[in-house]
């Protein structure tokens, strides 16, 4: 079993290195498209070209979900079934689970995986910051938000369809999320142009949920900490979970038609 992963950045200068550090550990390939950096992204991605980060491809063009299916189009043909693909590997991102340990056990008729966001807020303590170098003893409140499909098992007859976020007909999905942490607001310069790269994708005519930051500003992003959980080395995260209330969107019968649409080799 090897892990494969599409990584889509754009303007990550104070965090990329960490994060393909980290991700290098437990992947065995990341493709990286960098879709129009500014700020020297691109460059440090390539300072660390090797035979587990390749650099794959950088083009100032529009966010869209095509272009992780433009990059697992490029190396498929390297993935054997069984294999893993992180089909959203983002850059200020870090897994609290290694995947290689988590995806090793899953049950063989597992090919889909969840990811659970504990995500890090930019609080009234990080205003204190007097430099912009990513840190994570710098971020100790979080919320858990949401949860989103992370990894897929590869079979040959995998199809990525055109505007779709991940490969359709993924399978049956475990009912154990992994965790990860998320660190998408860390400096008011760094604010700034996420919230203009967004602007730039709604303007091109991209639907997601990002229009409630049209017209908001870096401060914007300042979250009081007396509503967040404050992490510490005792934190039971399997309790956060559980009591974040977040289940799996995958129901029992929902799970019965996935087993029989790909036994009966319905769905490819």
Not at 23 to 31: E, G, R, V
Not at 111 to 139: A, C, H, M, P, W
Not at 154 to 179: C, D, M, N
Not at 246 to 252: F, G, R, V
């Amino acid at each position: 079993m090897k892990i494969y992963a599409v990584s889509l950045i754009k303007n990550e200068a104070d965090i990329i290195e960490k994060n393909l550090t980290a991700a290098a550990k437990w992947c065995d390939k990341i493709y990286v498209f960098d879709n129009g950096s500014t700020d020297g992204t691109w460059e440090i991605v390539n300072s660390f070209k090797s035979v587990r980060i390749i650099p794959y491809k950088t083009a100032d063009v529009p966010f869209r979900d095509e272009l992780r299916k433009e990059v697992f189009d490029f190396f498929r043909h390297e993935l054997e079934d069984g294999d893993w693909v992180c089909v959203r590997l983002d850059a200020d991102e870090f897994y609290m689970d290694d995947p290689k340990i988590f995806l090793s056990n899953l049950k063989p008729c597992v090919s889909l995986v969840y990811g659970i966001n504990f995500e890090y807020q930019f609080t009234e303590d990080n205003l204190n910051d007097k430099d912009t170098e990513f840190r994570f003893d710098k971020f100790h409140y979080l919320c858990i938000p949401s949860c989103e499909q992370r990894f897929v098992k590869y079979r040959k007859k995998l199809q990525w369809l055109e505007g779709g976020p991940i490969p359709s007909h993924p399978g049956v999905a475990t009912k154990k999320f992994i965790k990860y942490a998320h660190y998408q607001f860390r400096n008011p310069e760094q604010i700034r142009k996420r919230l203009k790269t967004r602007k730039d994708a709604l303007d091109t005519g991209l639907d997601m949920y990002w229009e409630e930051d049209l017209g908001k500003t870096w401060e914007s992003k300042i979250i009081s900490k007396n509503n967040l959980i404050r992490l510490t080395p005792e934190t039971d995260l399997n309790k956060l979970v559980k009591e974040s209330k977040i289940i799996i969107p995958e129901s029992n019968l929902m799970r019965l038609i996935k087993y029989t649409m790909h036994g009966l080799h319905i769905w490819p």
